[in-house]
């Protein structure tokens, strides 16, 4: 697809044996002020996971649902992977590039929102593995944030409706959705996505959250909105003296436990697979509140390698090829497909 001559996937990366944990963990929190007991915490959900994040395979299963969708659509564009923090590194993976003779690279992160760690460090990784491969490295545009867009909204909305069926049937109708996302520090919320845009007292990503909290709650009990939902956040870290986003689900639930909610289905919409921040802060550490709370809490999937999702990537590399106006489903919608260059700064 012109003026492109392969896809790119960007990813977290995760390890996925147990002498990895630690590794991975200093890569991800090199220079980031994060306290040592709070990593020798994290290093445990990873260990009673056997040491495998499950991020990796996930991105294996949808660089396969992408190479398939751009088959079958005609998209003669080669498929690659790299990551920030694992195993392949990005740097590696351009490198690849580079010898394969690949000049112009079109990328998506698995990250659908503005904030600093979900778009903008995405775009600094860029920078630093073109350096380190040096002139040879390909030109490589990364795909605007995307929370919005139907093929991310579609997949939530399904999985949705698909956890609900999981709740007794008495409790179904009544029960809340719980919007889960990764908690940022607040400075960070602040300097999300464009200064020049005015999204509200918190910014960018809590704003986009809500939008994305609204489109898929349309989808799931059509449009008058009944059901009852809300953004919550999780995996705070960082020291205790620095503000968060909040309410942390933990607390909400106890919250509304305490208001005679009974049923909650969790959708974690601030992610794009289920990865170990789903699987341990959600399916171990939020279901234990729930249960230890009397409450029925079921989780819905993210789209991990959902066709829809993969269709989705392509309709994005199309829009990005053509330099038509990026396309959302609601008023916050990237305006161009470049971020200024004071966009989702750290605060
Ligand atoms: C917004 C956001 C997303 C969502 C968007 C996206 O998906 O990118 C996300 C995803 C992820 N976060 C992940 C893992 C971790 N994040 C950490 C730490 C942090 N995350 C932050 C933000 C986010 N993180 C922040 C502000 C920090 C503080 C340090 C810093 O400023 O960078 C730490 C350090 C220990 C801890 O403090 O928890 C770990 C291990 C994994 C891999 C899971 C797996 O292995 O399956 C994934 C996909
Ligand atoms: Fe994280």
Same mark, same amino acid.
């Given at each position: ?20 944990? $630690? ?10 002020? $994060? ?104 030109? $490589? ?38 919007? +889960? ?10 300097? +999300? ?43 705070? +870290? ?10 942390? $689900? ?98």
């Amino acid at each position: 697809m012109r003026p492109y001559d392969a896809f790119l996937l960007m990813s977290f990366g995760g390890p996925e044996k147990p002498e990895d944990v $630690i590794p991975f963990l200093e890569n991800v929190t090199r220079g980031r002020g $994060i306290p040592r007991e709070r990593l020798a915490e994290v290093g445990e959900h990873y260990y009673l996971f056997g040491g495998v994040s499950p991020i990796n395979q996930q991105c294996r299963d949808l660089v396969e649902a992408i190479g398939a969708d751009f088959a079958a659509n005609g998209v003669d564009l080669p498929v690659y992977w790299g990551n920030r923090n694992w195993d392949p590194y990005l740097a590696e993976t351009v490198a690849q590039m580079a010898k394969d003779g690949v000049r112009r690279v079109v990328a998506l992160a698995t990250s659908a929102y503005s904030n600093y760690s979900s778009h903008r460090q995405y775009l600094e990784d860029i920078d630093r593995a073109r350096e380190a491969v040096g002139a040879a490295a390909p030109e $490589i545009e990364l795909i605007r944030p995307y929370f919005d867009h139907p093929g991310f909204i579609e997949p939530f909305a399904e999985n949705t409706r698909a956890a609900l069926l999981g709740l007794p049937e008495g409790l179904r109708a009544g029960a809340r959705l719980l919007y +889960s996302a990764h908690s940022i520090p607040t400075a960070m919320a602040l300097a +999300s996505g464009d200064p020049r845009r005015d999204y509200g007292p918190d910014g960018a990503y809590p704003a986009q959250l809500a939008e994305a909290a609204r489109l898929i709650t349309e989808r799931v009990d059509g449009a008058d909105g009944a059901r009852g939902h809300e953004v919550v956040y999780q995996s705070r +870290s960082g020291p205790p003296s620095q503000p968060w986003l909040e309410p942390d $689900i933990n607390d909400r639930l106890a919250e509304l436990a305490d208001e005679g909610v009974q049923a909650v289905a969790v959708v974690p919409h601030g992610f794009v697979s289920d990865h170990m921040e789903v699987k341990f802060d959600l399916d171990v550490e939020a279901a234990d509140t729930a249960k230890k709370l009397g409450m029925a809490l079921v989780r819905a999937k993210a789209p991990g390698a959902h066709p829809r999702f993969a269709a989705m990537v392509r309709e994005l590399v199309a829009e990005r090829a053509a330099g038509t106006e990026p396309q959302g489903l609601s008023r916050w919608t990237p305006r161009s497909h470049t971020c200024p260059p004071d966009c989702c700064a750290q605060r």
